[in-house]
């Protein structure tokens, strides 16, 4: 923590850990899609096309936290994180 310029009493602000963290990213990336694909004006293109562009923008939110996803994703996989981690994918996609 000390690396981080965090006290110990930081680790009370997060209860599950750097899942909180991850949690609030896929929250932030769904709500941020969600919104950046309603001003499109999907309909006027074919589905593949809509799937391409849905992709695309998600993917684009985690470009800048490839290095740590895989570990993120690690996490989530948890068998206590599993079932909202499988929920927001869902969600997600």
Not at 10 to 38: C, E, T, V
Not at 41 to 46: A, M, Q
Not at 47 to 53: A, C, F, H, M, Q
Not at 56 to 62: D, N
């Amino acid at each position: 923590l000390e690396h981080y310029n965090l006290s110990c009493a930081s680790i009370a602000m997060f209860g599950r850990g750097a899942y909180d963290l991850i949690d609030f990213a896929i929250d932030k990336w769904y709500a941020q899609m969600k919104s950046d694909l309603d001003e499109l004006e999907l309909f006027k293109i074919t589905v593949p096309e809509r799937l391409k562009t849905g992709v695309k923008t998600r993917l684009s939110y985690q470009l800048p936290y490839l290095k740590q996803w895989p570990g993120a994703m690690a996490i989530g996989l948890h068998p206590y994180y599993l079932p909202n981690t499988l929920y927001k994918m869902h969600k997600i996609n």
